[in-house]
């Protein structure tokens, strides 16, 4: 019975770990052409900054710890002209 606790216990904790560590994504940018979307993914690149594309590729996600930053660094640089910076 204490074994089994015990094994309970570790495999508790580490889902638990694993499920907090994860990077929680937030989109930043919609709407966007391909053009837009590969200017944005060209910078995001070169600043080593992780992202998701969404399916249909009109969608950026960014890590929510970083979106605003990005969105605003890439909003300065005048990178999308026809999509949409998460700021409504």
Do not use: C, W
């Not at 580490?14 to 060209?42: H, P």
């Not at 996600?61 to 005048?78: H, K, L, N």
């Amino acid at each position: 019975m204490l074994t089994a606790t015990v094994v309970f216990v570790l495999i508790a904790l580490v889902v638990l770990t694993m499920q907090f560590s994860k990077t929680k994504y937030e989109v930043a940018f919609r709407d966007l052409n391909s053009s837009d979307a590969a200017g944005i993914i060209s910078h995001l690149e070169s600043q080593s900054i992780s992202y998701k594309l969404s399916p249909d590729g009109r969608s950026i996600s960014v890590p929510s710890t970083e979106a605003a930053r990005v969105q605003i660094d890439v909003g300065s640089q005048g990178l999308v002209q026809n999509g949409t910076i998460g700021f409504e």
